[in-house]
């Protein structure tokens, strides 16, 4: 299934996105996800479901994040060619970090570029969501079944701060750092390789292929589960392809990947 989250009458809602003359519509309403509050709370009053929903274009849909997760988990330097552009060994294990749930942002959502930072890099990546707990997976043990679908990140990264702080809670971690969507989709398979792309203004700036990852997804669930439960909505961002670089207020970054559609946000100076 393809499916979006979105504000439709003061609720937010899922639904299920589907190609209607080449343009993805929300045709129906989906179920919403377990880990969503905002859904418990609805059932609570089965009132709030009783919406007569007439199918849209997603494009008219006012979108949010796709997912409420309860926790981000990021990889660094997951493809050769960008551990290399920033002069950085390849890792010989993943080398992860988080990001906050304060910086999830909706597509199209302005990326607010802090006072505190001179250079503001995008990082075009895939990101899946977690559809079961997952709690020390097991070596062979099939994976697939946890992954409830893919969707697209931008890793927006205030790379001044990441390297003066040694550490990279704060550089990764502004408010509006997280745009995730539109949709997410268990319809791609990252090991038989997707194309990540990033344009900037329309310039393409980024080209990978989920073929060149140092560590799969099934590596990284492993290793990360050794350490921490995954939850059902949570987000793991997957790495980016070489090509990264700064930008400047104004400026609108599109991160595409085949079978998930456009991720676009244009970012602009944090406002007083
Ligand atoms: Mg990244």
Same mark, same amino acid.
């Given at each position: 299934m393809t499916y979006c989250r979105f504000e439709f009458e003061g609720q937010a809602l899922y639904g299920v996105v589907e190609e209607r003359g080449g343009e993805p519509w929300i045709v129906d309403l989906a179920p919403g996800m377990e880990e969503d509050l905002a859904y418990k709370l609805a059932h609570l009053?089965?009132?709030?479901?009783?919406f007569d929903f007439e199918p849209m274009p997603l494009s008219a849909a006012k979108l949010l994040p796709p997912v409420t997760p309860s926790k981000i988990i990021c990889v660094g330097r997951n493809y050769r060619d960008h551990a290399k552009e920033l002069g950085n060994?390849?890792?010989a294990e993943p080398l992860l970090f988080f990001k906050p749930v304060s910086s999830l942002l909706a597509p199209g959502g302005v990326v607010r570029m802090p006072a505190l930072s001179e250079r503001v890099d995008f990082e075009g990546e895939l990101a899946l969501v977690v559809g079961k707990r997952i709690q020390?997976? #097991?070596?062979?043990?099939?994976? #697939?079944?946890?992954v409830r679908g893919y969707t697209i990140a931008n890793d927006v990264t205030a790379r001044d701060i990441q390297k003066k702080d040694g550490q990279w809670t704060r550089g990764k971690g502004f408010d509006t750092f997280c745009p995730v969507g539109p949709v997410v989709s268990d319809g791609i398979d990252p090991d038989a390789g997707v194309v990540v792309e990033t344009r900037v203004n329309g310039e393409l700036k980024q080209h990978g292929s989920?073929?060149?990852?140092?560590?799969?997804i099934g590596d990284l669930l492993r290793y990360i589960s050794a350490a921490i439960t995954l939850e059902p909505g949570d987000l793991v961002l997957t790495g980016t392809p070489a090509g990264v670089g700064p930008l400047k207020a104004g400026d609108r970054v599109d991160v595409s990947i085949e079978g998930l559609g456009v991720l676009s946000n244009p970012f602009d100076a944090e406002t007083a």
């Open positions: 009053s089965a009132a709030a479901w009783s060994e390849v890792p020390k997976l #097991r070596t062979g043990e099939d994976w #697939r079944g946890f989920t073929k060149d990852f140092i560590f799969s």
